[in-house]
């Protein structure tokens, strides 16, 4: 067994070494784009948008076990199939949506945007998916296992920084760890390789292969949507050089709330999406793909327009990375529904995922090894014992609970969970879910951020990137992968994880 495991991990820094490491690790992150915008309180307003500083990340990376991680790894191409399935499953998603929509506004604008578009008639039958299934480890009595957190069907973040960090840490482990008087867990680190830039860049690649040339004679592109004011931009860019350094293919960004200034719908059957340079209007492209890395949450759609424009891009031609189906087939209650067996018996597989997958398959069997337990906050009778445990002081503290949203800070832990259902009307409940919270097994790190460490007990968790491109209507799989993965870690006293909501910040593993 590694050094690693056995307690002395990190090593204790003097002074002067940490001070060294610190050094080493702000100009490797600015000198390889492991970066991002300064937070306002750092930076003033930079109006001029000139500044990038280090993001958040671990001086060293975090042991991790290698059967888990392998484990996480191998099972990704599956849950690529499983979210397919489920984004075109429209009668399924139908009840899932009825589940949530009277208690969530955003959900049934959603669901609007695909009732209008389904009512003309889709033109586009591909859809791609950049997947990022969450896990953490999970200690019972005789071994580790990975439990889910979610699954993340739109704007799955960081697989851009995710690469850079395992560079560090490598870079690390060759150059500084050896210097350091504690130097013996350095000789041994079994740091894997990660490709989720390139893996992230090939799904973008194959679905603007497969859209083709343009019949309008224009060049064809792919577009990103952002969000103005975007501090983890740079993540976004390294995605962006990946893609179109793979044989030229042209890249813009457009912020979501500008969709409607600079795309048209071509006016033939086809209902191409024309995109006009904003500096040069006279040059037009065709969209092949649009990449939402906006759009995920209602802050995207303060008003009428911007639904308008999420249609405008729905209804296009181009093939959508997330469709609004696929977007929906993220809802945590798709999540807590694959997990929940029916009461009658606790040991069958639930026939919601038996819906997707042989309930006999070693796959099926696999995944349902990283569901933890989920329940509804409904009237049924799983809801009512959720609804029990939710609002007892006691009952509440082993749970989280969610809406149906993403990005960060929109859940509830523990005691606050009764409070929070307070203000709720009764009738409403039933738009969250409730999760057991993992407990992974304790760490401890140091993390660099905003150029102080913080050190101690940190949590961490692992996403595996998924890249999946197929055809709605005939369900054929055109392009399946797993795209390389991120490592998490956050602070054990914190309870969300999320590096861009300022909780969490990068790692990466040292296989143990
Ligand atoms: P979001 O869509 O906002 O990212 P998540 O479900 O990923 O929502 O929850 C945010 C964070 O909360 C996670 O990254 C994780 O740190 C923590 N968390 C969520 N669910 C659990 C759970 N069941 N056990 C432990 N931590 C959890
Ligand atoms: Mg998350």
Not at 311 to 333: D, F, H, W
């Amino acid at each position: 067994m590694s050094s690693i495991t056995q307690g002395s991990y990190p090593p204790v820094l003097q002074d002067a070494e940490r001070e060294r490491l610190v050094q080493v690790v702000k100009d490797w992150t600015v000198a390889h784009g492991l970066t991002v915008r300064p937070p306002p309180a750092i930076a003033g307003n930079d109006a001029e948008g000139i500044l990038a500083t280090s993001a958040p990340v671990t001086l060293f990376p975090s042991p991790f076990p290698k059967s888990c991680f392998e484990e996480a790894k191998a099972i990704q191409t599956t849950y690529n199939d499983l979210y397919a399935l489920i984004s075109q499953d429209e009668e399924f998603l139908t009840e899932m949506v009825k589940e949530v929509a009277d208690g969530d506004e955003f959900i049934a604008n959603l669901w609007n945007v695909h009732l209008r578009v389904k009512k003309e008639g889709y033109v586009q039958n591909l859809a791609l998916g950049l997947f990022r299934s969450d896990y953490m480890v999970h200690q019972d009595e005789s071994s580790l296992q990975i439990k889910q957190v979610e699954f993340n069907t739109i704007a799955s973040s960081f697989g851009g920084l995710s690469t850079q960090t395992s560079l560090l840490h490598k870079h690390l482990a060759q150059h500084e760890y050896p210097l350091l008087s504690f130097s013996a867990f350095a000789t041994n680190l079994d740091l894997p390789s990660n490709d989720s830039a390139a893996g992230l860049a090939a799904g973008l690649r194959a679905a603007f292969d497969a859209y083709g040339p343009s019949t309008l004679g224009h060049p064809t592109c792919v577009l990103f949507l952002t969000q103005s004011g975007e501090r983890n931009v740079f993540d976004q860019r390294h995605l962006e050089y990946a893609l179109s350094s793979s044989g030229s293919v042209p890249v813009f960004r457009l912020p979501f709330s500008e969709i409607l200034t600079h795309t048209t719908i071509a006016p033939t059957a086809q209902r191409q999406l024309i995109y006009a340079l904003p500096s040069n209007p006279s040059l037009v492209f065709e969209v092949a793909v649009v990449y939402l890395r906006a759009g995920y949450g209602p802050g995207d759609y303060p008003t009428q327009q911007a639904w308008e424009a999420r249609y405008q891009i729905e209804r296009s031609n181009a093939v959508c990375c997330p469709t609004v189906l696929t977007q929906l087939a993220g809802m945590k209650k798709v999540q807590q529904v694959l997990a929940t067996p029916e009461e009658s018996n606790t040991n069958s597989v639930p026939s919601a995922l038996a819906k997707f997958m042989s309930p006999t398959s070693e796959k099926t069997q696999r995944l349902l090894k990283t569901f933890t337990n989920i329940y509804p906050l409904d009237t049924s009778p799983s809801g009512l014992h959720a609804r029990a445990l939710a609002t007892s002081p006691t009952g509440c503290q082993k749970y989280v609970m969610k809406p149906q949203r993403e990005g960060g800070g929109n859940n509830f832990y523990r005691s606050a969970i009764p409070e929070q259902l307070k203000t709720i009307p009764e009738e409403h409940w039933n738009s969250f879910i409730l999760m057991e919270i993992i407990e992974p097994p304790a760490l401890a790190n140091s993390i660099l951020r905003n150029g102080a460490v913080e050190q101690g007990g940190v949590i961490c968790e692992l996403g595996v990137y998924g890249t999946c491109l197929w055809d709605q209507s005939s369900g054929e799989v055109k392009f399946n992968e797993e795209a390389g993965y991120l490592l998490r870690t956050k602070g054990d006293k914190s309870e969300e994880g999320g590096v861009a909501a300022g909780y969490g910040c990068m790692d990466s593993v040292a296989l143990v």
